[in-house]
């Protein structure tokens, strides 16, 4: 089976590539099944270097594969981290990757293209301000008539099965950022328990930074089982990856 990829549509130059794996195509077996892209969820190293070559036959070079935390940290050409959960370049052909299963990745372009950047933002990141941190990095590698960023929305864990507690929103409204209505819906059955909207959470924090222009957030990994990997619905399984560069 040939890898399938998710083609993001967003406003941003033609020289700026990207596209998200999902899990078909690959040579993992169950619950990895089957282009399994994460070395550190117990599968089978040879099938994810496998998984891997695969993948990188369709890009310039090999990705920076991040060790992703959690965190707020953001790696930069100058200072080459990877244990990070975000990461800018302005370097052509240097490939960003990020490794989902749930948590939010967002791509990030300037309008020239020149700078582009990717992140990893679970409930903890995105409250902490890891595309605040993002759009900042990416910023000091621009000019400053060409620092107007777009970004898009990667599949992440949809509106209607992220069910958080009631530490996750206090986490949110000591941000001071203003989101849209109804970020937070209540369980009646469950009480102390919400619905969270991830997608309408990161475009509270992107507009708080300037980034006005953001598309995408229309995925659900957990319901579309078929194309993504997702913890919150399986527990152990694999990570897909978020890729941009500019050609």
């Not at 599968?43 to 990705?63: C, Q, S």
């Not at 621009?142 to 509106?159: E, H, R, S």
């Amino acid at each position: 089976m040939a890898l399938e990829f998710l083609r993001p549509q967003w406003p941003c130059p033609e020289h700026v590539q990207s596209l998200v794996t999902t899990r078909l195509g690959g040579v993992s077996e169950s619950p990895y099944s089957s282009l399994n892209l994460g070395d550190h969820v117990g599968d089978l190293l040879d099938h994810v270097k496998a998984n891997r070559g695969l993948l990188k036959e369709h890009l310039p070079t090999e990705p920076i594969w991040l060790k992703q935390v959690h965190g707020t940290i953001v790696s930069t050409p100058k200072d080459r981290v990877l244990v990070a959960d975000a990461i800018v370049t302005n370097i052509p052909n240097e490939v960003l990757a990020i490794m989902t299963a749930d948590c939010l990745p967002v791509l990030f372009s300037n309008n020239a293209g020149s700078v582009i950047g990717a992140a990893h933002a679970g409930w903890r990141g995105l409250s902490a301000g890891v595309l605040e941190n993002t759009v900042k990095e990416m910023k000091k590698l621009t000019k400053d008539d060409d620092d107007n960023i777009v970004a898009w929305l990667g599949p992440a864990i949809g509106p209607n099965a992220f069910e958080v507690g009631q530490d996750v929103v206090d986490a949110f409204q000591a941000t001071g950022i203003l989101y849209s209505k109804d970020v937070f819906k209540a369980i009646a059955s469950k009480p102390g328990k919400y619905l969270a909207d991830l997608y309408e959470l990161a475009r509270g924090h992107l507009k708080s930074v300037g980034v006005d222009e953001v598309n995408g957030g229309n995925h659900c990994t957990v319901t579309q089982a078929d194309q993504f990997f997702s913890y919150r619905r399986d527990g152990v399984t694999g990570r897909f990856t978020n890729l941009i560069w500019i050609s």
